[in-house]
Nanobody
Framework: EVQLQASGGGAVQAGGSLTLSCAAS????????VAWFRQAPGKEREGISC????????RYVDSVKGRFTISSDPAKNTAYLQMNSLKPEDTAEYYCAATTNWGSRVTSDYAYWGQGTLVTVSS
């Protein structure tokens, strides 16, 4: 069974940190790029960061650049999103997803999705 299991969300105060994890099983993790998306209430799901597992290249949207760090541990079939200096506007449901189309922010390009993990940042 193909599965992406996202975890690590929670409630923090502004300026705090969280690390999200995305554990993969049931498919060849190394063959896919991994991305983190988020969806705030009433807004569309947006891709915020992605990592190429073939060469380690990463990308970030401007709103998280310098605060969030994406990484991957292929030996553990797990990707991570380290989130620092969190802001109330980071409040959202966070999803990890896997694609063979590196760098895409189009949700339909992603073959596998994890369930969301909620991040709530209070001011």
């Amino acid at each position: 069974e193909v599965q992406l299991q996202a975890s690590g969300g929670g409630a923090v105060q502004a300026g705090g940190s969280l690390t999200l994890s995305c554990a993969a099983s049931g498919f060849t993790f190394d063959d896919y790029a991994v991305a983190w998306f988020r969806q705030a209430p009433g807004k569309e799901r947006e891709g915020i960061s992605c990592i190429s597992q073939s060469d380690g290249h990463t990308r970030y949207v401007d709103s998280v650049k310098g605060r969030f760090t994406i990484s991957s541990d292929p030996a553990k079939n797990t990707a991570y999103l380290q989130m620092n200096s969190l802001k109330p506007e980071d409040t959202a449901e966070y999803y990890c997803a896997a694609t063979t189309n590196w760098g895409s922010r189009v949700t339909s390009d992603y073959a596998y999705w994890g369930q969301g993990t909620l991040v709530t940042v209070s001011s």
